[in-house]
Nanobody, 121 residues
């Protein structure tokens, strides 16, 4: 079993910054794609940023240029540095990880429980 634990959410004023962290634990051989998604009130969950094992990142247009995703493969961790935050960034942010629990296993997709980010004027 694999668990994803997110941290770093909270309240910030418009224009501020936050850094989210997510660590995967449990029976893990390696992780593949890891990423951050967000869900604002009344809206569907949307992709914010993803990164593959090699560190190549993919960003949603709505956040490109304001956020940076990074990862530590040795720690099975992924991070999200968010700058110039605005009210539209208010959402629950979820960590996602594709995990191989052993050599030759099928990839399994896991989600964290989410961390709240609130941006206010």
């Amino acid at each position: 079993q694999v668990q994803l634990e997110e941290s770093g959410g909270g309240s910030v004023q418009t224009g501020g910054s936050l850094r989210l962290a997510c660590v995967a634990s449990g029976t893990i051989f390696t992780t593949n794609t890891m990423g951050w998604y967000r869900q604002a009130p009344g809206k569907q969950r949307e992709m914010g940023a993803t990164t593959n094992y090699g560190g190549t990142a993919n960003y949603a247009e709505s956040v490109a240029g304001r956020i940076t995703i990074s990862r530590d493969n040795n720690k099975h961790a992924v991070f999200l540095q968010m700058n110039s935050l605005g009210a539209d960034d208010t959402a629950v942010y979820f960590c996602d990880a594709v995990v191989f629990w052993t050599v030759g296993a099928r990839p399994m997709d896991y989600w964290g429980q989410g961390t709240q980010v609130t941006v206010s004027a």
